[in-house]
């Protein structure tokens, strides 16, 4: 369903719904105009593949080192 694939891809339901509507992710819709949508695992795994990668640093390699400012008192 929608919401296992939001779910599994830690994205919100409209996100999903999103992707369906550009092509991105292929959902098959059952009983007619309003069914329900459903998406194989190997849908979600060839979208996976087709997106782009990009890394993400960890936490303490994005944190930069804290500057004291002299006009701030806490």
Same mark, same amino acid.
Request: hydrophobic share 35%.
């Given at each position: 369903?929608?919401?296992? /694939?939001? %779910?599994?891809?830690? +994205?919100?339901?409209?996100? /999903?719904?999103?992707?369906?509507?550009?092509?991105?992710?292929?959902?098959? =819709?059952?009983?007619?105009?309003?069914?329900?949508?459903?998406? =194989?695992? %190997?849908? /979600?795994?060839?979208? +996976?593949?087709?997106? %782009?990668?990009?890394?993400?640093?960890?936490?303490?390699?994005?944190?930069?080192?804290?500057?004291?400012?002299?006009?701030? =008192?806490?």
């Amino acid at each position: 369903t929608v919401r296992d /694939v939001a %779910e599994r891809l830690q +994205l919100s339901i409209a996100s /999903v719904y999103v992707m369906i509507r550009q092509g991105t992710l292929i959902a098959h =819709r059952l009983g007619g105009r309003k069914g329900a949508i459903r998406i =194989r695992p %190997e849908d /979600v795994d060839s979208c +996976l593949d087709t997106t %782009e990668r990009i890394h993400v640093p960890s936490k303490s390699a994005r944190s930069s080192p804290r500057v004291k400012l002299k006009h701030i =008192r806490l």
